[in-house]
Structure formats: structure tokens, C-alpha cells
């Protein structure tokens, strides 16, 4: 079973000091009346945890207050270390030895997929950076236009060196890491890359999800740090119903008051349409404009308000407060399960107290999916608009193209009339 | 090391009868003088797979000739076929039969990555469909709208449903099913639903690449049965310099061939913008316009044309006839390692000769992918047109903001004129 000596998972939630071999669930079963907060034990580990939570939090904080540039630069980071800690857990030294450059193969996936994901991404940024510059802009438009077949090729150029450097008696190693570095790549870049849309969507649509999976989990570790008692699920032991429910309501509550904070700067709220880092100014979407309602009649006379002003925003928030605290945490059960089955305590030891970043990103990459899904679904068809469409026109028709369009669209308006009289 | 009794690989080039133990590169190596043609015992297996391979290519023509949803349907057969030989591959019974419903599992992803990818390609299809009949209409496009997060639902369902189900002991085996699922649903899904999308884009966009892929499987087959001598890669020992070679150059010439003829009929030409069968119109691309070239004086006098018409698919048409004979070929390369390193000899045995569906896909996968990229940044940009745009207009916004567009339009003109003053 896992071995546990700092005594907390890199999960969030609590375990027991227990014997390596003592099979967990049985543990928490036979000891669930025992409150952890008696445990005199857990408070070095805590404050080595809390610690390392305050640094990262604190650099979070700045990074944000830089700006959508930076964020990107520390997603980056992060699926650097993630993909790299990742690629390390079915590596074999050994077999890697007669394989000079095996490694090498799988950075150079990394890097086409890379580029294949961030250029599709942030296309539209780059164009609207490069725009003054006509030679740049030309450039930029044709790489834009021929990046699928540039990324192709680099994938093909892969695949062939893959298949040239196969050898014998290897194949299964080979053939194994080959799937695992593309099971890792897909995994990795289909989570983390959403995040990156979602930044430049508004870095509210990035820090509010973010922010809701650190609260659920610091809260779930709080709550079941002083009430738990019932195990809430076998995969892992030390999460309690009480961890699970505080956490929830926490999270809710949490999420709706920050929507409406984070909601008042436009820092947050816009969105960034090219690759720079200066101020932004922009007309807020309608879901960031408060709307008033009048508290009923029967409310105490001492009660200060008459009415109270909510962001519609705010609903959307408890949205994805729901997701965070229901669905999210399933992403933690599933790494834990995989850590189980691949006997691994934590996927690296990159943050003190918390094992690996792979640890702590769980969660957060389940969760971002659902940000970007539900921002795509839920909010942008509000703000599908005539600014879009005209864009499209004047990026990618020439000007008699433009001209064609608007005297069809003429057309069809005097047809359209003749057909409702 | 691989058993093969029919003396006749999966991979459509051939092998020497031999013993099962015996090292193949070593094998060739050793026969390399040794013609196929002269082996009698060959003709028996060859009989068998050219029966299959008739049988295949007449149910192919003939589901061309019914058209786009026919082939479309194919397409999904295949894929169905080609993921329960996958699934199965790594499945063990006996870790089955304590899982029950867990083999559920796998088709429900599998339900739900059809649901994503075919509802994303075939959307605009759809929608054309349905445009006569309002309520249908309303209803498609709400489908359409939250199809990303009705199929993320699903998804989530599948992945809540495989956490809450794994067992204890079963743990390894269940998450290598489940990366295992993924990484099939990933690679059968992304490299053949880009069929598809070719195939609504005009059939031609489909049948030209795969039939391409059978010319030079066929024509490696037969370069190498009688002039195979020179093994060409280790991994597949069967395969010869020869039988490549001549491959090529056959591939080359029918491409540019087939490429004249195909583009004849407009039933292979036109795209297809709805979900129906019926007959197809449209004013062909001027990429299926025969342009006239001259030929020099010096051509003999008593040749009969004195210009040749050339369509400018043509030209495209040698680039895929060049991928498909010197890139594709690897995808088999690869089929053929992967056999290999999990000691298996064919995906199935669904063809007689043949193997399983998979066997005779792995180029044409390959393939898939490349004539979509091909066709996306090589042929698409040339008709990005006013249409498209205007489409767009039409379905997407509102009277008053269509009109707003217009107005803004003219205004942009009107400025560009000041600006050139």
C-alpha cells in the first residue's frame, strides 16, 4: 500500500499517522471517532503545508496582478514540470541507457504540441499584435494560415524518427512510452490548454474556477481537520462527509460574494485581444452590470439595506461553485487511484507538503475544462455579436470581396422586405 | 517472435514462409535472392486475399455511388470494427468476469466521443437539414449550442461512474483499461472522423486518398511477389525496396490520372451541405477547370494532340500521391511494430487474407489525416469566400444586427475612401 510518513496527502484532505502496511480504509473505519485536531503530531506537517500554501498563493497573487502575459508564461511552467514529472513515472533508467535520444523524442512531441495548441488558441491575439506592421503581418497570416501543416509535419517527423529508432527487443518499452507520452500530451494539453483560452477571455473566467477549487480544498482540509470523522469514499480513506460538506458550503458561499468582487475590475473582466500587457479598458459585458433587487417587506427595520445589488455573473458563479465542490474533487479520487495503482505516494516533490505539481493540479484541470465548456456555452452566445463578424470581414476578405458582401447583403434586405409586403 | 502461417503478413507485402521461431530480418537476409514468384505454396494464400480484396474494393464502389451518408455510415462501421478489436486486445476475461458492466464503460465513451466528433463536423449539415421546418430548427440548434457541454456531461458521467466502480486489487488493471480506451477513442476517432469531414467536403476529398492508399498496397504487393529482393526496413522484413519503388512510381501516376478522371464527376466535386441523398449540382471549383498547356514544337508530328488539358487538382493530386507513397507507408511500419511488441498477428480476423479491420487501416488512417490538413490549408483558403461569411450572417444574427453590420460596413468604406484621399 502507499507509504505515508509526512502523515498528510498531497490530496487536501486529512489522513491518519498510520503504519505503511495497515490497510487505509480499515484505519479510518476503526479510528473515526478520533479527531485529528488532538493529534499533536499533524501540526508540524500542517505549518510545513501552510507554509508553502502562503508562498504560492502570495506568488499566484502577482502573477495575476501582472497580467495575462505572465499568467500564460506560469501555465507554461507548470505543464513543463507537470509533463516532466509525468514522463518520469514509467521511465526506466535502464532501458533508457541503450536508447541514446529516446528522451529527446518525447520534448520534441511537447513542443509541436505546443505550438499546435497555442496557435490555434491565441491565433487571433498574435494577428491583432502584428497589425501595424505590414511585413510582420504578412508573415504572422502566413505561418497562421499554414500552422496545421507545419505542426503536421513536425508530428510526422516524430513519428518517422520514432519508427527508425525502434529496436529490437525494446519494442514493448518503446511502443509503451510512445503511448504514455501521447496519453500524457493529450491529458495535459486538453486541460491545461483551456485554461489559456479562459485567460484571454478575461482573467475572471481563469481566477474565479482557480480560486474555488484552492478554497474547496483548503476549506475540505480545515473541516476535516477539526470535524472529521465519517470516511466519505474507499479510493481515499482520509476524506470525510464533513470535510466534503463544510467545503461545499464554503465554496458556494465563496463563490458568490468573489464574483461580485472580482467582477468590479475591469482587469478581470476583460478580455485581451493581443499579445500585449498594458492596461486594459473595455465596456463591461452586460453580466458584470449590477442589477437591483428590493429586499421583500418583512425584512427587520433595523436592517440597513432596501435592496441588494447582484451581478448576474454572480449566478453563473454558483454554477461553477456547484462543479467545484460536487464534481471536481473527482479529479482527486482519480489520482489518487492511479497513484494507488501505480504504487506512487506522489507524482514528484516539487512543493514542500504537497508532493508533486501534478498533485495539486488534479482538480484545478477538471475544473478548467468545465470554466472554458460552460464559458463557451453559457456566455459568449450573449455576447455573439456584429463586432465578431465584422472582423472576420475585414481580416479575411479582400476589398472587393467586401464590397461583393455588402451589396449582397443589400439584396437580400430589399428581397426581404418585397417578401413581407 | 510472430506466428505466421499464412506466409502472408497483414501489411500488404510479403513474407517467406517460415519457420515461427526463426529471426525474420535474418530470414530475408539470408533468402534474399529467393523470388516469390517461383514459391508455389504462395499462390494458394494469394488466391484467397485477392477474392477478399475484390469483394472489398466492389462493396466500396458501390457504396461511393449511393453517396455521402452511405459512406459516412461506413466509415462508422469501420470504426466501430476497428475499436472492438482494440478493446479487446488488452482485455483479459478473467479480470472481466469481477467487473461487471465495466465492458459498458468503454462504449459509452465511446458513444459520447461520436456524439462530440460527428456533431461538430456535421453541424452545419445538420442545420441546413432542418432549416424548412422552424420547431425542428429551434430544437437542432439548441442541440447544437450546448452540444460541447451535453457531451462533457456524458463524459463526466462515464468518469464519475468509473471512479465509484474501481475495486480494490483491480485497480492496475482497471486504469490501464481506462488510459487504454482513451488512447483508442483518441487515435480511431481523430484519424477517422477527418474522413468525414472529407467526405461532405466533396467525395473526391475521400476517395482519392484512399484509393491512392490501395494502389500502392496493391502495386507493393505485386512489385514485390515478382521483383522483391532487397529488404527495405527491419521492422517489417517483408517489405522490399523493390516492391516501394515500384509502389511509387505506380502511386505517382495513378494519382495524377485518377485525379483527371475523378474530378470529371461533379457528384465527387460538389460539397455536400446537408444531411440528404439526393442528386448533386454545382459550379465546380476552379480547381476541377481543365487549363490548356501547349506542347512544344518539338513533339513528333505525327502525334495526334497538340495541347493537353491539365485540372490544377492534379498538380494537388501528385502531393497526396507523394505522401501516400513515402509518408503513409510508415503508418503500416508502425501497425507492423506495435504487432510486434505485444506478439499479437493481426488486429482481428474479420477478412479473410487480410487480417482485422485495423490491419488495413493503418495507412489509410495516416492518410486521412494528411489529405484533411492537405485539403484545409492548401485548397480551402481559395474558396474562403463571401458566401461562407454571408452564411454566417444569415444564421447567426438578428434582423437588427444584420442590419447594424450593414451600416457599420458602409461606414468602414466610406472612411477607407477619406483615407486614401
Known sequence: MLKDNSGITSSGRIRHRRKSNEIPSEASKANGNHLLVNDQNKYRSMLIRAHSSVWMIGGFALVIYMGHMYIWAMVVVIQIFMVKELFNLLRKAHEDRRLPGFRLLNWHFFFTAMLFVYGRILRQQLVNTVTSDKVLYKLVSGLIKYQMVICYFLYIAGFIWFILTLKKKMYKYQFGQYAWTHMILFVVFTQTSFTVANIFE??????????????????????????????????????????????????????????????????????????????????????????????????????PWKEVSIMPVQWHALCLGLFASIIAPFGGFFASGFKRAFKVKDFGDSIPGHGGITDRMDCQMVMAVFAYIYHQSFIVPQNYSVEMILDQILRNLSFEEQRALYIKLGQIFIERQFGEL
Not at 247 to 273: D, E, H, Y
Open 202 to 303: 478575461g482573467i475572471f473566467w481563469f481566477l474565479l474556477p482557480a480560486s474555488l477549487i484552492v478554497i474547496n480544498d483548503i476549506a475540505a482540509y480545515i473541516f476535516g481537520f477539526f470535524f472529521g470523522r465519517t470516511p466519505l469514499i474507499k479510493l481515499s480513506p482520509k476524506k470525510t462527509w464533513e470535510g466534503f460538506i463544510g467545503a461545499s458550503v464554503t465554496t458556494m458561499v465563496s463563490a458568490f460574494v468573489l464574483a461580485n468582487i472580482m467582477g468590479r475590475f475591469q482587469w478581470l473582466t476583460c478580455p485581451r485581444k493581443d499579445l500585449s500587457t498594458g492596461w486594459l479598458h473595455c465596456d463591461p459585458s452586460s453580466i458584470f452590470k449590477p442589477e437591483y433587487y428590493s429586499l421583500p417587506g418583512w425584512f427587520p427595520e433595523w436592517f
